[in-house]
């Protein structure tokens, strides 16, 4: 099968909502093809009029690379139509099998063109904020390899951003709670990520450029879960708290 031709297949299964068996379970890609595929299913989703908002990393934690048995950091792309206003509602009936996990954004404040060392990235952030992504795997089971995930952008579906605080906070030393209903799931510590979230915006940084992606002032960077992701039911209440970020919500619906 040809790059286009399998980014039409996950395509299609995200716009069907129709989960799809595993496509590389012989090999037949590499992670250089994945990554070329999923430009290619990004790109059709540009063609019918979506516009790129940023980028997300995936498996920056170890507590999501246990949960997915994937080892390797993964890099995808974001769209104005994923996101969702902080305490909306989102309809599962647009999704396959839907899964939140809590995270922290940031916002670029300036075209980067170049790669950023840490210990410089807080200049090139304009606000940091706490987030829900929804993710949604155009695969059976959520069952695939790196290649898989990465060709199917990411399980990339939908997210939401809280509000854009100062880029001073400790964020360092936040611990991230996930909340369903008045009912605490799971927490996480910020430093999961990569041992230091800054370190996940450097690599979504760096991933960008090598994928041919100069990310615009205000572009949106998601650092990676800090705990598994969490299955959504109907009628739900989620929400992400943490001490320096304050909260975020959205309500979950279905027909
Ligand atoms: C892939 C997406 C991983 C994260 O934050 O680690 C991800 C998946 O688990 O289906 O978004
Ligand atoms: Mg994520």
Redesign the pocket.
């Known amino acids: 099968m040809s790059p286009e031709e399998i980014a039409r297949i996950l395509d299609t299964a995200a716009y069907q909502k129709k989960a799809i068996s595993q496509l590389n379970l012989q090999d037949t890609f590499s992670l250089k093809n994945a990554y070329e595929i999923q430009r290619k299913v990004v790109e059709r989703r540009l063609d019918r009029g979506e516009i790129p908002v940023g980028v ?6 170890d507590a ?1 690379r246990a ?2 048995g ?1 080892g390797d950091v ?1 890099w ?1 792309r974001l769209t104005n139509q994923m996101e969702i206003k902080a305490s909306g509602t989102l309809n599962l009936d647009g999704f396959i099998h839907p ?1 939140v ?1 809590p ?1 922290i954004a940031f916002q670029i404040n300036q075209k980067l063109d170049h790669p950023i060392h840490v210990e410089d990235v807080r200049d090139f952030v304009s606000g940091i904020a706490l987030a829900l ?1 929804i ?1 949604d ?1 155009r695969y059976e089971n ?1 069952k ?1 390899s790196l290649e898989d ?1 990465v060709a199917d952008n ?3 579906a939908a997210f939401v951003i809280g509000d854009w605080e100062s880029k001073d906070l400790l964020i360092e030393e936040e611990e991230l709670e996930l909340w369903i209903d008045n009912q605490l799931i799971h927490k996480g510590a910020s430093s999961a990520i990569m041992g230091n979230p800054f370190q996940s915006l450097v690599d979504a940084i760096r991933l960008s450029l090598d994928n041919g992606v100069v990310l615009e002032k205000g572009s949106i960077v ?1 650092a ?2 800090v705990t598994p ?1 969490v299955y959504l039911k109907a009628d739900q209440k989620v929400e992400c708290t943490s001490r320096f970020l304050g909260s975020v919500d959205l309500y979950t619906q279905s027909r």
């Open positions: 997300k990393m995936g498996f920056t934690s999501k949960q997915m994937v993964i995808g899964r996990e995270e992504e993710i795997s959520f695939f995930v990411c399980s990339s998601l990676g879960a992701a």
